[in-house]
Structure formats: structure tokens, C-alpha cells
């Protein structure tokens, strides 16, 4: 099983980012997905899941996540979405998705989100 995250990158504050991640799975559309995020010297916190159905299933964790972060699947293409909307510096974290709740297996290398000016 491979997945692997990318989009990530260096935004300004206030800016957006797509994160995409592809899952090798090959029961992808039976699975719920989940993206998460870890900042260093922090735990990794659960964002958002999507539902088989592409329905929203799981609401941020984090009340400062709320309205700004949007997962979002493609189940044709074994890919999951994270649409993230006016960022800001403490949303720097490596970001990662997989199933939730989440499989150990299935952590892949994640793809890097700065906020900065």
C-alpha cells in the first residue's frame, strides 16, 4: 500500500493551498479518509474526513480549523483533497492523510505546508 500526499508548500498568510493525496488501496472506496496534521513538538491532530459518498464525515478537531478546511475525494482516481483558505502562520505542520480513524501502515511521508510572510 503506497500514499503519498503532495501540494504543500510556502504561502503567504491569508492565502490557499489543494493538498491531493493518492492511496494505493485497492478498497479506496469503502474506506473513510481522513487528513491530519503534525507541527513540531506537537501531536498529530485529526483535520477533517471524508465520507465513501464524498459527504463530510468527521468536523475539524480544532476550532480554528472550522470553515477553513475542506476535504473532499475523487473516488475514480483513488485521491483525496484538502482545500485549505485563509492560512495562517500557525497551520505550518507536515500534513499527512489516511484512513479514518487511521491505519498505522497507511502514514505516508506527507507533503509540508509553511505559512509565512
Known amino acids: 500500500v503506497q500514499v503519498v500526499e503532495s501540494g504543500g508548500g510556502l504561502v503567504q498568510p491569508g492565502g490557499s493551498l489543494r493538498l491531493s493525496c493518492v492511496a494505493s488501496l485497492s478498497t479506496f472506496t469503502s474506506k473513510v479518509m481522513g487528513w491530519y496534521r503534525q507541527a513540531p513538538g506537537k501531536q498529530r491532530e485529526v483535520l477533517a474526513a471524508?465520507?465513501?459518498?464524498?459527504?463530510?464525515?468527521?468536523?475539524p478537531s480544532a476550532d480554528s480549523v472550522k470553515g477553513r478546511f475542506t476535504a473532499t475525494r475523487d473516488n475514480s482516481k483513488n485521491t483525496v483533497y484538502l482545500q485549505l483558505i485563509n492560512l495562517k502562520p500557525e497551520d505550518t505542520a507536515m500534513y499527512y492523510c489516511?484512513?479514518?480513524?487511521?491505519?498505522?501502515?497507511?502514514w505516508g511521508q506527507g507533503t509540508q505546508v509553511t505559512v509565512s510572510s
Open positions: 489516511n484512513t479514518y480513524p487511521a491505519t498505522p501502515q497507511y
Open positions: 471524508v465520507a465513501t459518498d464524498g459527504s463530510s464525515a468527521v468536523e
